[in-house]
């Protein structure tokens, strides 16, 4: 009868335990705060950057990269997402509003979320520039959970960008 009741006591904690792990985490490097359901590894090196980790079969993962010249972030951005597509072996299959940048963030009309689709999966990407950097947020699987990668994309917030 003891083990009965641990077990059924272990399932009920398992039952209303969170799907997600939320945790916040500040990225110094990058200027940025984010949420990931899961520790991140973190990798910075000459001003870029990226912060990654694994959970329920999705990847969630934030890169960014520090430009020299502002002519430069403009073309930057344009070539973001396609770019990453085709590493990821996806390609852009056009804009959504799930997500939106972070406050602070410059108005380029490249910057904003993507749909990436293809044979390994899909992904959702937001792109966006900051100050002399580039930023690129995304959440990748076989298929996607639309409300992790919305709390992830909506999750990230630059410090002091009252």
Known sequence: ???FTILALALG???CSPRWDWRELELA???LRARFPCKPAIQTRDGAGLAHCEQ????????WERLERPEH???????SAPRLAGRLGLAVQGRVEAASAPAGALAFPESGAYLLQGPQG???LLTWVRGMRIYQ???QGKTLDAEAAYEFLQGLQ???SG
């Open 1 to 3: 009868m003891r083990h």
């Open 13 to 15: 904690l398992a039952a």
């Open 29 to 31: 490097d990058a200027e």
């Open 56 to 63: 329920q079969g999705l990847r969630f993962s934030v890169a």
């Open 73 to 79: 972030l403009q073309p930057a951005l344009a070539q």
């Open 122 to 124: 899909q992904a959702q």
């Open 137 to 139: 947020a995304l959440v």
């Open 158 to 160: 630059h410090p002091h």
